[in-house]
């Protein structure tokens, strides 16, 4: 018998996918977690790489499962997760770029805002605003894991961008991260929180993100490729504490 899948993105059936989803861009990283955290995890997805895992966390039913990179990608795994595997939050656990020089490498940053140029609410539902907040009930929750962890979380606005590789402005003027910093008072950037906060949002659901310090803008520091994968334990269970 051929299985039908429930979308054209996720191959999970009805009641294989926990209230609570863990999601970082990485999809290595989901296995990472299922695997090193996770009692009796189970792949339920696996279309398009995008791994996802369904386990339990000191006996508390969780998935993880990857977004890709990119509020198109996140769009859509979080609306499908929020509208047809009736999940009810999803906290994005990726990494960031720092903008503020009061930030350093591998610091835990708790988006409780995100900021952007995109156009992806107003695509969605012509929502016009450039900045939507995280659930505060969740970041709550978050806050009291880290304490009870001794992870000290830096709260704050972040910057959901669409663009990776920006070209700066010929004429010589700051760079534009710099702009969005001193104008929004972005602490860091990534690429995909805004469109889980707006569709959390439309959905009435709930949403939180977490972010790990990879880079600094102002050049010097990057965590490498492998580190990104494996090296942000802290951010994984702190959010793990949630449950």
């Known amino acids: 018998m051929v299985k039908i899948m429930s979308t054209p993105h996720n191959a999970a059936e009805k009641g ?12 290595l990283r989901a296995q ?24 339990t966390y000191r006996g508390k039913p969780v998935s993880v499962m990857g977004s890709g990179m990119g509020m198109p990608s ?31 490498l591998f610091d835990v940053v708790l988006a409780v805002e995100a900021y952007s140029e995109s156009t992806f609410a107003r695509s969605q539902n012509g929502f016009t605003g450039n900045r939507i907040t995280a659930d505060e009930s969740l970041c709550a929750r978050l806050k009291e894991s880290a304490a009870r962890l001794g992870c000290p979380l830096i709260e ?19 760079p534009y991260w710099q702009k969005v910093m001193r104008e929004q008072g972005c602490l860091a950037v990534e690429m995909e929180s805004f469109a889980l906060f707006h569709n959390a949002t439309v959905t009435g659901k709930k949403a939180a993100c977490l972010v790990t310090v990879s880079d600094m803008l102002s050049g010097g520091h990057a ?13 994984m269970e702190v959010a793990l504490g949630i449950l």
């Open 16 to 27: 294989h996918i926990a209230k609570t989803v863990l999601m970082p861009g990485d999809p």
């Open 32 to 55: 990472f977690i299922a695997q090193t955290y996770l009692e009796n995890a189970v792949e339920f997805n696996h279309v398009r790489g995008m791994l996802g895992f369904t386990g």
């Open 74 to 104: 996140i769009g859509i795994y979080s609306y499908e997760l929020f509208t047809e595997y009736d999940v009810d939050a999803i906290v994005r656990i990726g990494s960031a770029g720092g903008y503020s020089d009061t930030l350093k």
């Open 156 to 174: 704050g606005t972040i910057h959901s961008s669409d663009v990776f590789y920006r070209a700066e402005a010929a004429d010589g003027g700051i």
């Open 223 to 235: 965590a490498s490729a492998e580190e990104r994968q494996r090296g942000f334990t802290r951010m």
